[in-house]
């Protein structure tokens, strides 16, 4: 089998089985990227079957929620039902402790404050997204506002980083649903103390959030052929 054809069933799998463990009730945050639309469509499925009943969603953008509309998925927001019983999202990177590197869709924000507001999430991946260090399969994503973005290049590259402005379609630059511009920022051997850059990032004005989900995640449903592997935080 092809390594695409593979990741395709991987997140497949995993979606499958992230929506077999929504019970009926359930408040749930609702991620981005193509590993949570098989989630969705799962999801949406067994409401439609009478499976779960009173399911209410947080989507993370606005991607996820014309589709949850589009598949008749009930949505709330974070201030009518501000304490989430589940999130399901992806990554971009899982390291062996299950941090994360997420929000190369644009979407990290609302997804990070999701995660936070959630009593547990659960992070649905391929084999692929595993790591054993942040940072040396994909870029951390830092979303600054748009003044002065340009800033923010020297200090990245004081850090170690290779900041590169995400673009639009049409040479533009990508702006978040929050309106904001996104600097992808490359490591070359990789994030060695992500707790350091994480505080690090976190006190430079002008720096909304960034793509580093530190301790977060409390298990991780990894789509593999033909099983999905679940990973546990410790602790």
């Not at 609702?30 to 969705?40: D, I, M």
């Not at 990554?91 to 990290?108: Q, R, S, T």
Request: charged fraction near 25%; proline fraction near 6%; hydrophobic fraction near 40%.
């Amino acid at each position: 089998m092809a390594p695409t054809q593979r990741s395709e069933e991987g997140k497949e799998l995993a979606g499958i089985a992230a929506a077999d463990s929504v019970e009926s009730g359930m408040a749930l945050g609702l991620g981005s990227g193509s590993t949570v639309a098989c989630f969705l469509r799962a999801l949406a499925r067994r409401i439609q079957a009478g499976e779960l009943e009173g399911i209410l969603g947080v989507p993370t953008s606005l991607q996820t929620e014309k589709s949850c509309r589009e598949l008749g998925i009930p949505l709330t927001t974070l201030e009518e039902t501000p304490v989430l019983d589940l999130a399901v999202d992806g990554a971009d990177e899982v390291d062996p402790e299950l941090n994360l590197i997420k929000g190369l869709g644009g979407a990290l924000l609302r997804e990070k404050m999701i995660a936070q507001a959630s009593r547990r999430l659960v992070i649905i991946v391929d084999e692929g997204k595993m790591v054993d260090r942040l940072g040396t399969r994909s870029p951390l994503p830092v979303e600054v506002v748009r003044f002065g973005w340009g800033s923010h290049f020297p200090f990245l590259e004081g850090l170690g980083g290779r900041p590169v402005l995400r673009k639009g379609d049409r040479g533009e630059p990508f702006l978040t649903d929050n309106g904001n511009h996104l600097i992808h920022c490359c490591f070359p051997e990789g994030i060695p103390d992500p707790y350091a850059l994480d505080r690090t990032l976190v006190g430079r004005a002008g720096v909304v959030d960034h793509g580093l989900f530190l301790d977060l995640a409390q298990e991780v449903l990894v789509g593999g052929s033909p099983d999905v592997r679940r990973v546990f935080r410790e602790g």
